[in-house]
């Protein structure tokens, strides 16, 4: 793995790490969200937008993960 490669990866997890904690999400709700993510992919592996990554998932997020849970299973 390169150096900008590397640089790229560690802003990009130091930028969810900081989106996390501004929104006070405990590690389930961490969890929850990468596992829609998944069941999303597999549901549908060529979405509409094909750069989508679990990243600008966790970015573009708004609302807390207990919101989106309980909103899924009413």
């Known amino acids: 793995m390169s150096v900008n490669v ?26 929850n969200a990468m596992l829609r993510f998944a069941q999303t992919t597999l549901d549908d592996p060529s979405p509409p937008q094909p750069n989508h990554t679990l990243f600008d998932e966790l970015i ?15």
């Open 6 to 31: 590397m640089s790229v990866s560690f802003l990009q997890l130091d930028t969810v790490c900081r989106v996390l904690l501004d929104r006070q999400w405990t590690v389930g709700e961490l969890v």
């Open 60 to 74: 573009g997020t708004e609302k807390p993960a207990v919101a989106i849970l309980l909103e899924t299973s009413l």
